[in-house]
């Protein structure tokens, strides 16, 4: 029999997931399936003791349970504890593991697939809740030169900011705090792009060679790489690598193999075009 494993969401049938991972699959000569499955709101963890009780060995976690598997672990990695969320579980004699990819994911994606060195950089990550919180400690690591995180609501992201001061200066404040400033990079992880709106960024935000990068993507330009391609960008990338690479490090925590993630971002791609 092969490994069981699966992503639970609500909802789920969008999910990439599957794809993803029976190409690595595939391609690393992995005994294994992985499936898509629809976790009732209310029923996070009686859907994953089904699941374990079925032979499931790993799950991911998506929208809206990765403070539910942060809960339900019992034992956490040291970034998903960082996190406050788990998107990724493995589940071993007894013991429910849970660990956090999003920040690896996209570390790997912005320094590996596009070539942009975080070291020394000033970055500004729009957004305080959950999508930001899992990937501050992953970008603190490559030593930026300044991290701002700017939120609609000022007092989440002065707090937010707080929760990371230990491990290097962080900064926190409104979108109106951002004027006068410029940075290297724009982090989008606000939910704008989902609901196609545009954020109140102030003008000059975007320094000489700024990328602009949205967790968010879609078929063509989001609305957040619009906007900052109208306001000086001089590069976008949305958050499809993010997805693929977050999965190969899901991948790894399970399988302790590294899959090539190009070949199927460059399949993904491709597929989202046509």
Do not use: C
């Amino acid at each position: 029999m092969p490994d069981l494993y699966a992503v639970f969401g609500n909802p789920i049938a969008h999910s990439k997931s599957p794809a993803i991972h029976a190409s690595f699959a595939a391609s690393t000569s992995q005994d294994m399936v992985y499936e898509a499955r629809l976790a009732p709101l209310d029923g996070f963890a009686p859907a994953i003791a089904e699941f374990v009780a079925a032979g499931g060995k790993g799950a991911n976690v998506t929208v809206p349970f990765k403070e539910d598997a942060f809960r339900l672990a019992t034992r956490l990695s040291d970034r998903a504890a960082r996190a406050g969320a788990v998107n990724t579980l493995a589940f071993a004699d007894g013991e429910v593991f849970g660990d956090n990819t999003d920040g690896a994911g996209l570390v790997r994606d912005i320094t590996l697939n596009l070539g942009y060195s975080l070291n020394g950089r000033r970055i500004l990550l729009l957004g305080a809740g959950g999508a930001s919180r899992g990937v501050i400690a992953p970008l603190l690591a490559e030593k930026p030169a300044a991290l701002f995180i700017a939120n609609r609501s000022a007092e989440k992201a002065v707090k937010l900011a707080e929760d990371f001061s230990d491990i290097a200066p962080v900064n926190g404040g409104s979108f109106a705090d951002l004027a006068g400033k410029s940075f290297d990079l724009l982090i989008n992880a606000t939910s704008a792009s989902l609901a196609g709106a545009s954020l109140p960024l102030p003008p000059g935000l975007f320094a000489p060679g700024a990328l602009a990068y949205d967790m968010m993507y879609g078929k063509g330009e989001t609305p957040f790489l619009l906007q900052a391609r109208e306001q000086g960008a001089a590069r976008g990338a949305d958050g499809l690598g993010m997805l693929v690479e977050q999965a190969a490090e899901a991948f790894f925590v399970w399988r302790a193999v590294r899959p090539q993630t190009a070949p199927v971002l460059a399949d993904l791609r491709a597929k989202l075009a046509g």
